[in-house]
């Protein structure tokens, strides 16, 4: 039986807590919800003992309405893709107009791992910064886990339209720069996914 590490973590509630994650990874994987580029990751990530993922994204192009684009309860999602996108999705929306404006983001993955001690805590983070992922951190500890999120920083947003008032002219050259952005986030994803195929978590 895994130990009590240092008292911190309390083996029963974070394995309760790592069985209800992976069911309902499961069924998101079974109608369809999962982000697709993420499952095997994901897999892995169970597959390891010390550790588990709550949420997990491998990074998304979404057109937004909102006042500004880091808003997050003021704002309305009007398309989302995990995978690069078209000039015609987006220019296809276009004829509508947004109650405030919308803005093209592209951003890179973001994941949160709940480990079982600090030193996979630890662990876990020199391999996310180490496979491009800086902006990373231990964000809460308690006797469920230690929550460590990774975020890889890649992330740009564009304003394509304010109420009635087309911005952009060139959607090619913007769409183009947020397939990039999101192509870098994926890559430094998959750095990341070879790196925890080695480790003993």
């Known amino acids: 039986m895994m130990e009590r590490h240092c008292n911190l973590v309390d083996e029963t509630l974070w394995s309760r807590r790592r069985e209800e994650f992976y069911r309902r990874f499961l069924e998101d994987v079974e109608i ?12 892995l990530v169970f597959s390891k003992k010390g550790v588990f993922t709550t949420s997990s994204c491998s990074g998304r192009i979404t057109l937004v309405d909102a006042l500004y684009p880091w808003l997050r309860d003021e704002a309305y999602v009007v398309f989302k893709k ?6 015609e999705e987006i220019s296809n929306l276009l004829s509508q107009n947004p109650i405030h404006r919308f803005w093209l983001i592209s951003s890179g ?11 996979k805590a630890h662990k876990i983070l020199q391999i996310a910064r180490n496979s491009g992922f800086k902006h990373s951190g231990i964000i809460s500890v308690s006797n469920e886990g230690i929550v460590v999120e990774i975020i890889s920083g890649t992330w740009t947003s ?3 339209k304010d109420s009635s008032k087309l911005i952009v002219n060139e959607l090619d050259d913007v769409v183009k720069v947020a397939n ?3 192509i870098e986030g994926k890559k430094r994803l998959e750095k990341l996914y070879k790196a925890f195929k ?3 978590i």
């Open 32 to 43: 369809g919800y999962a982000d697709k580029d993420i499952v095997d990751f994901i897999n």
């Open 82 to 87: 995990h995978e690069p996108i078209s000039v």
């Open 109 to 119: 993955p973001i994941l949160h791992f709940v480990a079982i001690d600090l030193e």
């Open 180 to 182: 990039e952005v999101l």
């Open 158 to 160: 564009f304003l394509i």
């Open 198 to 200: 080695e480790v003993d």
